[in-house]
């Protein structure tokens, strides 16, 4: 064995201990090697993944307070919502085991409508100006919120939209992955929720697809990502999504990330996105309030001028 293969091995063992130690509950992501690196030979000490990718740490997040139980199998879900068709990619990898795919893990999303709405909380305002929600031809339960297992290379894939703003946020969605669960018909019970987490995009995608209807309808201040209040700034670590594709033909969003499938993880859903707590039982808007929306007026998120941030989205 040469001195070169020597070091590289030892850098490899230090940096998954340090991995390990920082793990916590065990929770991870797998982000590429930085440009121009090269990526490390397979090696029992690291946690290199067989692709090259390495797992490194990736904290929990919020399950914020809009998560409802008994999420539907299915790719698509988007129940007919208009906004840019967005592809979701999410490949889920077994820490402990050199980070290869976990096959049979369950993926979970959900997320806002174009207009910054959640189904079954649309009671709820998203802030700004906005039209009354339209749950036209969808399930005002259900849209917008789908899982799916994910397969022998450890993906999992949805069909949906790029998802809207709602006060103080930057655009983002929301997952969950869990193993160990059983099917009950069209959802699923039981298991372990493994890791929690919101996925972001970068603020020049969301820039290009507010300045498309029916975005442009949500008129007001969002959040950029800088200023979020959940998002840590560590890129792919902490759920930046890569992106390709543009607003006028869709947008392909990826991430790979990495748990550890026999720990559970018990997700906050207190208020750290400044926000009040979310009740799946309130009065729908329909019956208590009127359209169009003005958050001055009637938004519980509070006045105009205590957004998290203040960048303006394009206008029409």
Not at 55 to 69: D, I, K, N, Q, R
Not at 244 to 253: E, F, Q
Not at 264 to 288: H, K, V
């Amino acid at each position: 064995m040469t001195d070169s293969a020597i070091t590289r091995r030892r850098a490899l063992a230090l940096g998954g201990a340090a991995t390990g130690a920082l793990l916590g509950l065990g929770l991870a992501s797998c982000s590429a090697p930085r440009r121009g690196s090269r990526a490390p030979a397979p090696d029992a000490a690291s946690n290199a993944a067989p692709d090259g990718q390495l797992c490194v740490l990736a904290p929990s997040t919020t399950e914020g307070p809009y998560y409802l139980a008994g999420a539907l199998f299915r790719r698509d879900i988007t129940e007919g919502r208009k906004g840019v068709p967005l592809t979701v990619r999410l490949t889920v990898r077994d820490h402990p085991h050199t980070c290869g795919p976990l096959k049979g893990a369950l993926v979970e999303i959900w997320q806002p409508d174009a207009w910054g709405y959640f189904s079954g909380y649309t009671a709820l305002h998203p802030g700004g100006r906005v039209p009354a929600v339209d749950t036209a031809g969808a399930n005002p339960a259900t849209c917008l919120r789908g899982c799916q297992t994910t397969g022998a290379d450890g993906v999992a894939e949805f069909t949906t939209i790029f998802p809207g703003w709602y006060k103080s946020r930057a655009p983002h969605l929301y997952v969950k992955v869990h193993t160990g669960v059983s099917r009950t018909g069209r959802s699923f019970e039981g298991g372990r929720a493994n890791w929690t987490g919101q996925l972001f995009f970068d603020d020049r995608y969301a820039d290009e697809v507010y300045a498309k209807a029916p975005y442009t309808e949500h008129r007001g201040t969002r959040g950029r990502l800088a200023r979020d209040r959940v998002y840590r700034g560590g890129g792919e670590r902490d759920g930046l999504m890569r992106v390709t594709g543009n607003a006028d033909r869709g947008l392909v969003a990826s991430l790979t990330v990495g748990v550890d499938p026999t720990r559970e993880n018990i997700a906050s859903t207190a208020d750290d996105e400044g926000l009040p707590s979310a009740d799946p039982s309130s009065p729908s808007p329909s019956t208590s309030l009127r359209p169009p929306y003005d958050e001055a007026s009637v938004s519980p998120y509070g006045s105009p001028d205590d957004a998290a941030s203040a960048s303006r989205p394009a206008t029409p």
